[in-house]
């Protein structure tokens, strides 16, 4: 039994982003609704950020919490390595703007100590959450079962909770999707319902890495969004958006493990 790691408000982002229409979804946009209403949709600044990676060695904790190794792992450990790491990520609209639609993509590989790129990537060994419908409250207690399935109590999502306890727990919504289990491209779709829009911090996004032996794990991250957009006093159209060509740290790679 182990606690997930717990990010405050003062750690750093990896990098933070503003998504734009690409030109063809510009082009297509000047036909429905006017070049005029162009330059609305122009200057709106949707961001979008990831924070810093959390991230060790999942034997290692295993082991320090008294955990049973799983017993797939186990017969593995000698060929790869498994690392824990939680991500997050962030989105904050521009006024009259609303995510209604996100994917937070990451596309792993490996290198080697001499920093050789190996051709056998890692992969998504576990993912969690998987699917979230609605608003869920999880204790941030979390026991591992057999079958490398990470258990967490859920707390009744009509709990007040006080500000000395906001630690011990850890909300998803609105609805998510996982995808790209044991692949080294995974995904992480948004989804806005009637109640909650997609804004503010993404939190405890975990994955278990499997990765060859004495490897580095890198991480490049993908980001897409679809975000509607109120133009005048009735009028609401949605915009595809995806990160600016010239933001390079977007399509820089950074460490997923140690």
């Given at each position: 039994m182990f606690k997930l790691p717990v990010f405050r408000s003062g750690d750093e982002n990896l990098?933070?982003?503003?998504?734009?229409?690409?030109?063809?979804?510009?082009?297509?946009l000047v036909k429905d609704v006017g070049e005029g209403e162009i330059t609305t949709v122009l200057g709106k600044k949707n961001k979008v950020a990831v924070g810093v990676p959390y991230y060790e060695d999942f034997i290692s904790r295993l082991v320090e919490e008294k955990e049973e190794i799983p017993h797939e792992i186990e017969k593995m450990i000698d060929d790869y390595d498994f690392h824990f790491v939680s991500l997050s990520c962030s989105f904050l609209p521009d006024n009259n703007c609303r995510f209604v639609w996100a994917r937070f993509g990451i596309e792993l590989s490996a290198r080697s100590k001499?920093?050789?790129a190996l051709v056998e990537?890692?992969?998504?060994?576990?993912?969690?959450?998987?699917?979230?419908?609605?608003?869920v409250?999880?204790?941030?207690?979390?026991?591992?079962?057999?079958?490398?399935?990470?258990n967490f109590d859920v707390v009744?999502?009509?709990?007040?909770?006080?500000?000395?306890?906001?630690?011990?727990?850890?909300?998803?919504?609105?609805q998510i999707f996982?995808?790209?289990?044991?692949?080294?491209?995974v995904a992480l779709d948004f989804k806005s319902t009637k109640e909650k829009g997609i804004w503010g911090n993404k939190s405890d996004l975990i994955q278990v890495v499997q990765a060859p032996k004495n490897s580095k794990v890198k991480g490049?991250?993908?980001?897409?969004?679809?975000?509607?957009?109120?133009?005048?006093?009735?009028?609401?159209?949605r915009v595809p958006l995806s990160k600016r060509k010239d933001d390079k740290i977007v399509d820089a790679q950074y460490d997923l493990s140690g």
């Open positions: 990098f933070e982003a503003i998504l734009e229409p690409t030109a063809p979804v510009i082009d297509k001499s920093r050789r990537k890692p992969i998504a060994y576990h993912m969690f959450p998987d699917e979230v419908l609605g608003e409250r999880y204790k941030r207690v979390v026991n591992l079962e057999s079958g490398l399935k990470f009744n999502a009509g709990i007040e909770l006080g500000s000395g306890e906001s630690s011990d727990f850890v909300v998803y919504d609105p996982a995808f790209g289990i044991r692949r080294s491209n490049r991250f993908l980001l897409g969004a679809e975000v509607e957009v109120v133009i005048g006093k009735e009028k609401t159209i």
